[in-house]
């Protein structure tokens, strides 16, 4: 083995105390494990830095000298081994749990933010080509919609395949379903979400359209002035005892029902859509889970727990085997039993 001279020992502690750690990505991710390394072989028996407690200790080593029973000091240093090398491997097991618990939740998280990146990149187009259908729809004449339908519905399908593209669809609808409640009917606008959100051909979103067509009907029978003073004093009576009148207030009456059917149905598209969310969300869940355990066990940190943990056994079954050479042959069943 080679020997360094003075001066090289000086010369080394010196380079050494010029560098500031690693800097390129490949040099931090080879020392990143620096820290854990030292946990693991270090020769405190209890790191609270790594959440042990002298306790758990204390408890190990009762169980283990109960078991054993030493009874000189060579079996006590035996046993004392055991114990400690027991405890380093519990750690090593501790620290791996540990480092792929924190390796799995940033995958999740990696991967929700990408997932949420590429919902952003579908809201721009989904809103202008909202604009564009709606300009074409109402300009005279109108214009040949299909080619921006079906731009349209290639971004609603994209955006329903994720649970965070069907969360922005679900908001679009209830944003909707206010509007029904608070007027009894849906602007043009809201009518171009509904499909938009749903579908053109989706037949629940047809039928939102043809009950918000009806509701607009129905309110124009009854948004005329009341004929004479009598009418309009019956019709406010009949508000306050909800009974009919003259015939004037039943119209009105019927005003909140007709809202409710079409808020109703606004609400079963809702419905649907959230179902699908909470479906995509378990399959993504499991997907994330699949593409973790995929890429979970680098071959060098794998490999850093194995020796770890190897190393530390050995020593373990080393002072064992010296143990249970020490006790007689009619001791060892009972202290394997």
């Given at each position: 083995?080679?020997?360094n ?70 079996e ?83 955006l ?13 609808m ?112 499991w ?24 190393t530390?056994?050995r ?5 064992l ?10 001791d ?6």
């Amino acid at each position: 083995m080679r020997i360094n001279s003075a001066k090289q020992t000086e010369a080394s502690r010196k380079n050494g105390a010029k560098s500031k750690g690693a800097k390129s990505p490949r040099g931090k991710y080879q020392v990143r494990l620096n820290a854990l390394k030292d946990g693991l072989f270090s020769k405190d028996i209890v790191i609270k830095s790594l959440g042990e407690r002298r306790e758990d200790f204390e408890r190990l080593k009762k169980e283990m000298w109960n078991l054993f029973q030493p009874t000189s000091a060579l079996e006590e240093m035996l046993v004392a081994d055991v114990v400690e090398n027991r405890w380093r491997r519990q750690r090593v097991r501790r620290a791996e749990s540990a480092d792929l618990k924190n390796r799995f939740e940033t995958l999740w998280i990696r991967d929700k933010l990408r997932r949420s990146d590429e919902i952003e990149s579908l809201k721009v187009p989904f809103s202008d080509l909202l604009r564009k259908y709606l300009l074409a729809v109402s300009s005279q004449p109108p214009q040949d919609t299909s080619t921006i339908t079906a731009k349209l519905e290639e971004v609603r399908q994209q955006l329903a395949g994720t649970s965070l593209g069907v969360e922005f669809l679900i908001k679009r609808m209830e944003s909707v379903d206010s509007e029904a409640q608070a007027k009894g009917q849906v602007s043009p606008e809201g009518l171009t979400m509904i499909l938009a959100c749903c579908g053109f051909g989706n037949e629940l979103g047809q039928m939102c359209l043809q009950l918000n067509l009806i509701n607009v009907m129905e309110f124009r029978k009854t948004s005329g002035a009341p004929a004479n003073e009598t009418d309009e004093q019956d019709r406010a009576k009949a508000k306050e005892t909800g009974k009919k009148g003259t015939g004037e207030e039943g119209p009105e009456l019927d005003k909140g029902m007709y809202t409710q059917v079409l808020s109703a149905a606004i609400r079963v598209a809702i419905h649907k859509l959230k179902f699908r969310k909470k479906s995509l969300e378990y399959a993504e869940k499991w997907e994330a889970k699949t593409r973790s355990v995929a890429s979970i066990f680098p071959a060098e940190d794998s490999d850093h727990f194995l020796r770890a943990e190897t190393t530390i056994e050995r020593r373990m079954y080393r002072a064992l085997v010296m143990l249970l050479a020490l006790r007689s042959k009619s001791d060892v069943p009972k202290i394997l039993t």
